[in-house]
Each structure stands twice: as structure tokens, then as C-alpha cells.
């Protein structure tokens, strides 16, 4: 029976953001469906309640999740949760699961709640540690191209969005840094092919 993969977008995009991973993902074998949810409008109990209803419509086999930023975040968040919601594996691309430096600076600034609407405390706080049921793996960039580290509070090194220590959580499975910016995280053949060998074998490619 063929395993699904249901892709996660980031903040302020739409599902249409994931294609190229998708269809990487489908090359591999995977069947992939994409979970689109407002951003600002919707919080995670909105989400969560969705993707549920998203993996139950699907039908049977195993369901892995794959998730980019906010995307990644949220399916953490949203497994840790709801521990019965999968039975495979979780992917993150520059998910800062630690919290967003970047979101808390936008915040503090005029109109910056407005803009993160209800995904604000989702990513000003992030995880402690990951104790989900599943094997975890994150993937960051290390490409320094994008203006959210313009914001203030992101070290290097970063993604442009994401510091690379954001994305380090106690107790997940893997962790790999690759040379990619932070939206360019999904559109990496190198990122598809670290998350084809995880959502496989609960490890990342060797190179």
C-alpha cells in the first residue's frame, strides 16, 4: 500500500508553495496531498482540527508529515498533541521549533500582531523538547538570504528567517544543515532527498 505524505506550507503562503516537493516526493513513490490552512486567521487548534479531518478523509496506510517553517512547527505542535493523528514520520524544513526570533521582533513592532495573527504565540514560544509518538528529523538552511533576520534577534547561522539553533530541539531523531535559504528549503533537491531517506529509514542521507 502506497505511504502518504501530507505537506505543510510556511506563514503567508499557500499550498501551492509545496509543489515542487511534492512532486519529489511522488517521484519517490509517495502519494502527497497538501494541507492549505490560513495562516494568520486560523490557529492551531483550527489547524489541528482540520488536519485531522484531512488524514481521516484520505483513506487507510501510513501517513507521514512534511512541513516547512510555521508548517513544520505546527505539525510538531499539532502531534505532540494529538499523539494518535499519524503512524509514521515527521519532517521539518527551517521550522524554528525552538520559537522565531524573527516573529517576536515583528511583533513588537506597529501592526506586527496583525500580521502574525493567530500564529503569534505558536511561534514566539515554539517547543520545549520533542516527546511526540514519532521520529522527528529537522532540516535547516544555512544560506543567509531573506530579510527576516533584519528584524533583529537572529544568529547566525541562519536561513535569512530561521537560526539554525531555532531549529535544534531536545529529542529529536536527526538533524541536518544544508546550504539553502529559507524559502529555497523547498525547492532544495538536496532537502527532498534528506526527506525522502528520513520518511524511509528515520535518518537522514548521509550526504
Same mark, same amino acid.
Given at each position: 500500500m502506497t505511504e502518504r505524505v501530507i505537506l505543510l506550507h510556511g506563514l503567508w503562503l499557500r499550498g501551492g508553495a509545496m509543489a515542487y516537493l511534492a512532486r519529489r516526493l511522488e517521484a519517490a513513490g509517495f502519494d502527497t496531498q497538501t494541507f492549505d490552512y490560513s495562516t494568520v486567521r486560523d490557529g492551531i487548534d483550527v489547524a489541528s482540527e482540520g488536519l485531522r479531518e484531512r488524514i481521516g478523509a484520505s483513506g487507510n496506510g501510513k501517513v507521514h508529515l512534511v512541513g516547512h517553517s510555521l508548517g513544520g512547527l505546527l505539525a510538531a505542535?499539532? @502531534?505532540? /498533541?494529538?499523539?494518535? *493523528?499519524?503512524?509514521? /514520520?515527521? @519532517?521539518? *524544513?527551517g521550522a524554528p521549533l525552538r520559537g522565531s526570533a524573527a516573529a517576536r521582533s515583528l511583533k513588537g513592532i506597529p501592526g506586527g500582531s496583525t500580521l502574525l495573527g493567530r500564529s503569534a504565540e505558536v511561534l514566539e514560544h515554539g517547543l520545549d523538547r520533542w516527546d511526540g509518538p514519532c521520529e522527528l528529523g529537522v532540516i535547516a538552511g544555512r544560506l543567509p538570504l531573506g530579510m527576516g533576520f533584519l528584524l533583529g534577534g537572529v544568529t547566525a547561522p541562519h536561513d535569512g528567517t530561521v537560526s539554525v539553533e531555532e531549529t535544534r530541539l531536545p529529542g529529536i531523531a536527526d538533524h541536518r544543515v544544508i546550504a539553502a535559504a529559507h524559502t529555497g528549503l523547498v525547492y532544495s533537491d538536496q532537502a527532498a532527498r534528506h526527506a525522502i531517506a528520513f520518511i524511509r529509514d528515520g535518518r537522514f542521507a548521509s550526504a
Open positions: 505542535m499539532i @502531534v505532540q /498533541r494529538n499523539p494518535d *493523528l499519524i503512524d509514521g /514520520r515527521i @519532517v521539518c *524544513l
